[in-house]
């Protein structure tokens, strides 16, 4: 059964450093997403891409995150200069076309980030 | 904007106990309502979906119907095992924007032998 996959498992970095976290979305779908869950809290909505261009953007996703689609498969979501705030686990999404009246996404493992 | 409240937790009960989890939202639109379960350790997985007023989800042994008149969708199970231990999130998704995901604050299910 076709899934979504993320790299690394875990990442440990240093307060400003640039940190890559990438996704392997399923193969057909279009619509990718990045959400974060900071330890004991909600699951929060961070950005939504289609079409290799950015649909929709939370406060959360400040001029420190940008995406990128690379080549095609891959996902990543790149956090420029990290703070202590940012440790959270990161969650890709992604889903089939809209066409029909929901949207069913399909959440890769995740990414746990911790920012010393 | 829009939002999901859930129940507070963690919930314990007793193996073959009936569960409910309360959950109810806050909509301009008409979304797909969402119960996603975390397992200790694990991504989201969907549990079940209702698109429209009066829908069932269902999946597992879980339930949830989709009820406009109150805003709700709660989960339902009529008899948990230790194995349902896990984290329950309800989500919302509005289809007329990108379909981002809101959701609950996610209740903790902790079922004893």
């Known amino acids: 059964e076709p899934e979504v996959t993320q790299t690394p498992s875990h990442q440990v970095t240093q307060m400003g450093q640039e940190v890559i976290l990438r996704c392997v979305p399923i193969?057909?779908?279009?619509?990718f997403y990045w959400y974060r869950q900071i330890l004991g809290q909600k699951v929060e909505f961070l950005v939504s891409?289609?079409?290799?261009?950015?649909?929709?953007k939370s406060e959360i996703f400040d001029d420190q995150f940008s995406v990128e689609r690379p080549d095609g498969s891959n996902f990543t979501l790149k956090i420029r200069s990290t703070k202590l705030e940012d440790s959270a686990m990161y969650f890709c999404a992604s889903s089939v076309p809209f066409g029909d009246s929901y949207n069913e996404q399909f959440f890769g493992p995740g990414t746990r980030l911790t920012v010393l | 904007g829009d939002s999901v409240t859930q129940m507070e937790g963690p919930v314990t009960l007793s193996e073959e106990a009936f569960l409910t989890i309360n959950c109810t939202y806050t909509a301009t639109g008409y979304p797909s309502l969402f119960w996603y379960v975390q397992y200790p350790g694990e991504g989201l997985q969907l549990l079940l979906k209702a698109t429209k007023a009066d829908d069932k989800g269902s999946n597992k042994g879980f339930e949830a119907t989709y009820r406009k008149e109150t805003t709700s969708f709660h989960l339902e199970k009529g008899s948990v095992q230790v194995s349902d231990s896990a984290v329950y999130f309800c989500?919302?998704?509005?289809?007329?924007?990108?379909?981002?995901?809101?959701f609950g604050q996610g209740t903790t299910l902790q079922v004893k032998p």
């Open positions: 891409f289609y079409n290799n261009e950015i649909s929709e």
């Open positions: 989500a919302l998704s509005d289809p007329s924007n990108t379909g981002k995901l809101i």
């Open positions: 193969s057909n779908h279009l619509y």
